[in-house]
């Protein structure tokens, strides 16, 4: 349900650009002959010619319209350009859509706050770059208007075709114009002159709606397309409302629209101008009822979200009648397409913008065979993500056995999967300072960092960045694949894989384990006493001729000294060892759950064996038997 926000106290100014038949607009883009011809864009789809996803103007005027199939089109207009999205692991590859999307974002960021809503519409916040363009040139005083601004279009203004543009003008350069409608007024001419710019670098049009929080934008750009802008006055507001239907209000289209038009009579948005904010309350509760009460005056506090990157990234596919998967193995072959571009998506994310994802999900729908109009809808499943293809797909097949388990129970037979889809969701920024584990332990030289391996040579599942580290919460691996084994086999390096992956530490601490150790990293020596290599991910050492012995040592002293971690890196002898005396527990909650684990171990006080001396006979080991 939706919640009030506290409404700012100083005016804003905030625009909702939308991109123009946005995929018809990069294909003619690609294919300029398409440039003025009837052109749609069809979803990879063989039934009936496609499913439309985008109909150029040119086409809508022989009333072609998206909800139509590819054959149908070609009926009401013969001379339409059917143009099929680029195609990759058998569906649709949108990539070419986002990475334009992408161009039209980095140009309108240099204005103010963008927000990208979708792959062809943003969210802007002028409200700094209006300020400063009244206090420095304000339109009065300017001896000319931008030429694109003055063919804004402007709520309750006369739309005169002879006098428009000079009506236009003169509302912009009023003098007597209240603060909140002057910096309307710089922010049409801002948003005109970003749209032409877009239009010049990137061939593109769009269309704006300016307004004074998102809400209204959001509501009127669409009003005059395509490569028009609209302005809503402050004093427009209302009469705008007044005859709105509620369905069109964000957030009322769905079961709150049903419920005002059911319970309460209430058809367009001015008919909530009729009921109190307490009547409003006493129906949907206090938030929701006051957020109601706000949005029949035109009233928002959503903020615009300063975010150029999408917040998740998901593949799906949908699969109708005859196509829909009735097996696991079907299920599990479109699973591993879908996993396989979602984990090439958040690795670029991952490598260009430096942003890690936490947490994968699973949505399907289903029915039962034999059922008819079953209810039950298959339920969403959610684990955290791994980095690697394999493991993506390995975990989404898991979370799908997982969610047929409780659509279906111990049946496990008789369905039929319509829709998958995989999602890459709770994407954070990787935090700067924080990419090297050698920062929170306590007298490491500055010669630690040359430990720390490139990113080229860094496990798969263990994001890095500037050439360090930085520990996410992925899942342990062991040294597996069948290239690792090869050349550590042939290697002095397999015994110092060995002592890494847990030989090197007591017995009951965690063992040491591929990336979810911090110990692995930490190996360091003399420069030139040794080489690093990277086996597909494992780091290892190779150490020279005198090494062969390292291994050991490193095993004997975590033998012998419960609260110390040691890792040998020279055959000379020399041992680093680390006492847990130099971790700063004040820092080891900031740390990856998987390290925080390990560091508690070490930590933790464990109990010892009493040590004997070699030679001692097996009944030392027990207790006299009593007397």
């Known amino acids: 349900m939706p919640v009030a926000r506290p409404e700012p106290q100083e005016p804003r100014v905030i625009a909702h650009l939308d991109l123009d038949c946005f995929y018809v607009q990069v294909e003619q883009r690609r294919n300029p002959a398409l440039r003025g011809q009837p052109t749609a864009v069809v979803q990879y789809n063989d039934w009936k010619g496609g ?13 072609v319209k998206r909800s139509m199939r590819g054959d149908e089109a070609k009926n009401v207009c013969p001379g339409i350009n059917l143009v099929q999205v680029p195609v990759s692991r058998d569906k649709a590859d949108l990539n070419v859509y986002r990475n334009a999307g992408s161009e039209v974002v980095a140009i309108l960021s240099t204005k103010g706050k963008c927000e990208r809503a979708s792959i062809d519409e943003v969210y802007l916040d002028l409200t700094d770059a209006a300020k400063e363009m009244l206090l420095e ?72 709606g300016i307004a004074h929080n998102k809400m209204l934008a959001k509501l009127v750009s669409g009003m005059h397309k395509p490569a028009q802008q609209t302005v809503v006055p402050s004093s427009s507001v209302q009469d705008f409302l007044a005859s709105l239907p509620v369905k069109k209000m964000k957030q009322l289209g769905g079961k709150l629209g049903s419920s005002l038009q059911d319970d309460l009579g209430v058809e367009t948005v001015g ?23 706000k949005t029949a005056r035109g009233i928002s506090g959503e903020e615009v979200e300063d975010r150029l990157l999408p917040k998740s990234h998901g593949c799906g596919k949908t699969f109708p009648g005859p196509k829909a998967l009735k097996n696991n193995s079907s299920v599990k072959s479109w699973l591993d397409k879908l996993c396989e571009e979602l984990s090439e998506r958040i690795q670029s994310d991952l490598s260009c913008n430096k942003r890690v994802a936490q947490t994968l999900t699973l949505h399907a729908r289903a029915s039962k ?34 969610g047929l388990h409780d659509f279906w129970g111990s049946r496990n037979a008789g369905w039929s999967i319509t829709s998958l889809s995989v999602t890459a969701s709770k994407i954070f920024d990787i ?34 960045v500037d050439n360090k580290l930085y520990m996410t919460p992925v899942h342990e691996e062991r040294c597996e694949s069948s290239s690792m084994k090869e050349d550590c086999d042939n290697s002095n390096s397999a015994k110092q894989c060995s002592s890494i992956e847990g030989k090197g530490l007591p017995k009951k601490l965690p063992k040491v384990q591929g990336a979810g150790s911090i110990l692995k990293f930490l190996s360091q020596s003399q420069p030139g006493q040794h080489e690093k ?20 040592e490193a095993e004997q002293h975590g033998r012998d000294n419960i609260n110390t971690a040691a890792v040998h890196s020279s055959g000379s002898g020399d041992t680093w060892m680390l006492n847990v005396e130099d971790i700063d527990p004040a820092v080891v909650g900031e740390l990856p759950l998987e390290i925080q684990r390990e560091i508690q171990g070490w930590i933790r006080p464990l109990k010892q064996a009493t040590p004997k001396k070699r030679g001692s006979t097996i009944s030392s080991y027990f207790s006299p038997a009593r007397r």
């Not at 499913?51 to 009333?63: D, N, Q, T």
């Not at 700067?432 to 798969?460: C, H, M, Q, V, W």
């Open 369 to 402: 065979e034999n059922e008819g109009n079953s209810m039950k809808k298959f339920p969403s499943k959610s684990c955290p993500l791994r980095y690697g293809t394999g493991k993506i797909q390995e975990d989404a097949m898991k979370l799908f056995e997982s």
């Open 271 to 293: 008919d909530l101008l009729g009921f109190t904010e307490e009547k409003l309350q006493e129906y949907y509760g206090v938030n929701t009822g006051t957020w109601l009460w």
């Open 533 to 552: 290599r990277n086996f597909d991910g494992l780091i290892c050492s190779h150490q020279g001729p005198e090494s062969s012995s390292g291994a050991s």
């Open 51 to 63: 499913g439309l996803i985008a109909v150029s103007y040119e086409a809508r005027k022989f009333g």
């Open 431 to 464: 935090p700067s300072g924080t990419n090297s584990i050698l920062k929170y332990i306590k007298g490491r030289s500055s010669d630690a960092s040359s430990a720390i391996l490139d990113s080229s040579s860094t496990p798969e599942s263990t994001p890095s």
């Open 137 to 208: 040139s304000p339109p009065e005083s300017s001896e000319s208007i931008f030429e694109e601004a003055t063919k804004s279009n402007i709520l309750d203004l006369p739309s005169d075709v002879g006098d428009r543009e000079e009506n236009v003008k003169a509302w912009l350069c009023r003098a007597d114009a209240n603060y909140q409608d002057k910096l309307l007024a710089c922010g049409a001419i801002l948003v005109a002159q970003l749209r032409v710019k877009v239009l010049e670098e990137t061939q593109f049009t769009c269309s704006a």
